[in-house]
């Protein structure tokens, strides 16, 4: 077993704000039962929801008078800038730092061992308890819930929060996928308790897992959009989960790895990605995978600057994911999302930046020849639209106008990660990984892209 070291530093500062706006006391809080059930101030998802209402960025900084105005931004988009108006408020300007462990092993002995954890409660997602209930059964404490993109939500925490184990036990451990370590490790910040990821699916295991972020959606402004950067004490990566993982599961998380060869520039390991690797060469490649993203977070903790580029693709892919879901039940997984995702901003960054577009067919092939990337005819179906109307154009588009990372664009620009080559994220004159789109740079892209799907 062998251990990747996460550095992180949280630093609460003013000094990234380009702006500021007075976030207004709300007259007649509308969410009271809702805020007191997650033990938070009975106006503070008021004030959540009249940001995203004005579609404040998270460079705009928020000046507040009230410790509820002060907690909401701590929480929107994963932290603004804060300042106080009065002395009711003080924003916090500590800087703490720590340092935690992703193991890697194919050992169960080493699961089985960390199952028997004394005063230690178990968050459990359901296909994960059916699936291997003989292993599980035996935890003493454990909480187990049926979690997807569908109720990630703070309905959700509260729904957590009603079982009184959460609040007996000081330490966590959550054994899942990606969105439920998302919500258990949110739920954990409000609760101040420590928290160990045992992600068990593939795209959980190589990304979302690895780096702190926490979060929910919060419909209908997009997902991921309210939660915290909030480190684990550790990440467990068994490779035995993945035997009772489903193909699609695992082909949508491939492309979370694909990804990351290249934000890396290597198309050596995108090769050995497009090939039948999770039976061949599992923990030597998932550390390699690991090791990119945690080079860049270690520079970058809290997405301030270089951290951004690992939403590389994910600008459409939420805004997929949000369409995909309104239609049905049976919704894009994030993976699939991501791997469409990856082509588009490949041929977006062509449009804009000249990036080579023999790089995004060879991406585009070695993706069709693994199955992980959708066809178009399958997209309109996850969609519940016709791919080539305008409207459908125009209704993707707003919904990258509400993305996390948008930064202070006022033209009617939505904000993307590109690539001058591969491996070279693109850099602004304004010294940042986010860039400018319109809507007219999209569409066309959007033309293009369709039609490379067939």
Not at 49 to 68: C, H, I, M, Y
Not at 71 to 87: E, F, H
């Amino acid at each position: 077993m062998e251990s990747i070291n996460i550095y992180w530093k949280k630093q609460n500062t003013t000094q990234y704000a380009d702006r500021w706006f007075e976030v207004e006391r709300p007259l007649e809080p509308r969410h009271q039962e809702l805020s007191k059930a997650i033990e938070l101030p009975s106006d503070c998802i008021d004030y959540l929801e009249q940001a995203f209402q004005k579609n404040l960025n998270r460079t705009t900084g928020w000046e507040v008078s009230d410790p509820s105005a002060g907690l909401a931004g701590s929480i929107y988009k994963r932290g603004v800038p804060l300042r106080s108006t009065t002395n009711a408020f003080k924003p916090n300007t500590d800087t703490v730092e720590g340092c935690y462990p992703v193991e890697v092993f194919s050992e169960q002995s080493v699961i089985e061992k960390i199952l028997k954890s004394e005063n230690t409660l178990f968050f459990i997602d359901q296909n994960v308890y059916d699936a291997w209930q003989k292993l599980l059964s035996k935890i003493k404490s454990k909480i187990i819930v049926t979690v997807s993109e569908k109720n990630k939500s703070l309905e959700f925490i509260a729904e957590l929060f009603r079982n009184p184990q959460v609040t007996d036990n000081d330490q966590w451990i959550a054994i899942g996928g990606g969105v439920l370590t998302d919500c258990v490790a949110f739920a954990a910040s409000l609760k101040n308790k420590k928290v160990t990821l045992v992600p068990t699916t593939l795209l959980a295991m190589v990304d979302a897992s690895v780096g702190g972020k926490t979060g929910v959606n919060f419909p209908p402004y997009g997902k991921n959009q309210i939660g915290s950067f909030y480190f684990p004490e550790k990440v467990m990566v068994w490779s035995g989960w993945l035997s009772t993982l489903d193909q699609r599961n695992l082909r949508g998380g491939s492309n979370e790895c694909i990804k990351h060869a290249v934000l890396k520039g290597d198309d050596q390991l995108l090769k050995k990605l497009n090939t039948d690797w999770i039976t061949n060469d599992f923990e030597g490649l998932v550390k390699e995978l690991i090791n990119i993203k945690a080079e860049i977070v270690n520079q970058d903790p809290t997405e301030k600057g270089v951290r951004a580029t690992l939403n590389f693709g994910h600008t459409l892919a939420h805004a997929l994911e949000s369409t995909s879901q309104a239609h049905s039940d049976d919704y894009l997984l994030h993976g699939e999302a991501v791997g469409l995702g990856i082509i588009f901003a490949c041929m977006l960054s062509e449009e804009i930046l000249q990036y080579p577009k023999e790089q995004t067919a060879k991406i585009s092939s070695l993706m069709k020849k693994s199955h992980t990337l959708l066809k178009a005819k399958e997209l309109s179906t996850y969609l519940g639209k016709k791919l080539d109307d305008t409207a459908t154009s125009i209704d993707l588009w707003k919904l990258t106008l509400h993305d996390k990372k948008m930064t202070s664009y006022e033209n009617g620009e939505s904000a993307w990660v590109l690539l001058d080559e591969q491996g070279i994220p693109h850099k602004t004159a304004k010294n940042s990984y986010v860039a400018p789109v319109t809507y007219q740079q999209f569409d066309k892209t959007w033309r293009r892209f369709i039609e490379a799907l067939d």
